[in-house]
Nanobody, 115 residues
Framework: QVQLVESGGGLVQPGGSLRLSCAAS????????MRWYRQAPGKEREYVAS????????NYADSVKGRFTMSRDNVQNTVFLQMDSLKPEDTAVYYC????????WGQGTQVTVSS
């Protein structure tokens, strides 16, 4: 069955970096547009970044543009989110998303930015 498993979250100080991974199984990720979302406590889930199936183009929310970089490795069937210059307002649970015949989400990985 289709599964998305995020990893790489943790506690980091402001200005630090983290690299999130989302490993896909049950389908070939290379055929699909992939997205990252995040949800902070008490807030709605929001779009963070997306990438085309071939990895040739990525788009970002204004709030992360210039700090986050989304990439993919279709051989590993994995997408990544490199997060640099992290801010406290980046604290959230981060989810990867794939829209196949249905909308699939991973379980999320917690990112906490705090001194």
């Amino acid at each position: 069955q289709v599964q998305l498993v995020e990893s790489g979250g943790g506690l980091v100080q402001p200005g630090g970096s983290l690299r999130l991974s989302c490993a896909a199984s049950g389908f070939s990720l290379s055929r699909y547009f992939m997205r990252w979302y995040r949800q902070a406590p008490g807030k709605e889930r929001e779009y963070v970044a997306s990438i085309t199936s071939d990895g040739g183009r990525a788009n970002y929310a204004d709030s992360v543009k210039g700090r986050f970089t989304m990439s993919r490795d279709n051989v590993q069937n994995t997408v990544f989110l490199q997060m640099d210059s992290l801010k406290p307002e980046d604290t959230a649970v981060y989810y990867c998303n794939a829209v196949l015949t249905s909308n699939y989400w991973g379980q999320g990985t917690q990112v906490t930015v705090s001194s």
